[in-house]
């Protein structure tokens, strides 16, 4: 039959198992380490499993996953360094959840473990939607398909809303042609790039039950939760507390009021919705203070938000039954 051969130029050409035992073997510099404490020392990936733990409010789930994934590439590590292992473990992921839960935040520390431990060269992150994969004639998609992989080869390929890649009702959508090339590469290529797949979980449980071959090349799902109100608070006071400014008084209560509207309307999207109100706050702050003309204006003055600073949001205008 032939199959067309997709392995992207400039990378790491896949090898036979046989060869990656002997690039494994003992005696190799890297292949040294023998116990768990030896690879966290070599690999300094504690400390990229710490600061997640630090910088990021809750997603207590996604946060143990994280950890058990880490053990189990570590556990290989040592596998591989004894010959009990031949091949790179399939690494690709699917990453589930709302808008702004966080998924693209913890796929970026994602891709620093996986460096920090050796299954990616280079560790950076291409975060890429079905428009950058996908053509819209005919001989457009494969060249465009193969660039995108060929950027993301040493790190993370991650693709939003993934299930947009397949179009059932279209007979001859060119979206197929970009998922047959990401699945032979996801197989040939995985000691060199990892895939993550992100989206709404069910539209993604929808895209896996009608792409098999895909579904059978995700070794790890991670459900990303909601945030509470609770943590949607403490998100604000990082992010408030990150760019100098901080809530004044009485502006935590009507924060709090703000979200607990927010969240029953449209298009809530958790801590992007955050950030945005956030945005929409400091603007009307600013334009409070510009008013001042002859006011100096101190350090307080400069990074205080207050309550009327958000009470100026439509979400309190439009609420009323
Ligand atoms: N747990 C958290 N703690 C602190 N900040 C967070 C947390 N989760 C998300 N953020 C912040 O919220 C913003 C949105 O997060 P991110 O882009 O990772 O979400 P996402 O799930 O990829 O969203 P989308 O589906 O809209 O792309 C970012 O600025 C991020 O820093
Ligand atoms: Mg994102």
Known sequence: MGAPDYSIPGSVAPRPASEAVSDAAPQSVAGAARTVAAVLAESQVEAVLDELERDLVGLAPVKQRIRDIAALLVID????????????????????????????????????????????????????????????????????????????MGGVLFIDEAYYLYRPENERDYGQEAIEILLQVMENQRDDLVVILAGYKDRMDTFFK????????????????????????????????????????????????????????????????????????????????????????????????????????????????
Do not use: C, W
Request: charged share 25%; no cysteine; glycine share 6%.
């Open 210 to 321: 009608s792409n098999p071959g895909m579904s059978s090349r995700i070794a790890h799902h991670l459900d990303f939760p909601n945030y509470s109100v609770d943590e949607l608070q403490q998100i604000a006071q990082r992010m408030l507390a990150q760019r100098h400014y901080h809530f004044g008084a009485g502006a935590d209560a009507v924060f709090r009021d703000y979200l607990e509207r927010r969240i029953r309307q449209p298009h809530f999207a958790n801590a992007r919705s955050v950030r945005n109100a956030l945005d929409r706050a400091r603007l009307r702050q600013a334009s409070r203070l510009f008013a001042e003309r002859e006011r100096e204006l101190s350090q307080d003055d400069l990074t205080t938000l207050l309550p009327a600073d958000l009470l100026g949001s439509r979400v309190f205008a439009d609420t009323q039954p």
């Open 77 to 152: 590590k040592l596998r591989m360094n004894l010959g009990l292992q031949a091949e790179t473990p399939s690494l690709h992921m699917s990453f589930t959840g709302n808008p702004g839960t966080g998924k693209t935040t913890v796929a970026l520390r994602m891709a620093e473990i996986l460096h920090r431990l050796g299954y990616v060269r280079k560790g950076h992150l291409v975060a890429v939607t079905r428009d950058d994969l996908v053509g819209q004639y005919i001989g457009h998609t494969a060249p465009k398909t193969r660039e995108v992989l060929k950027k993301a």
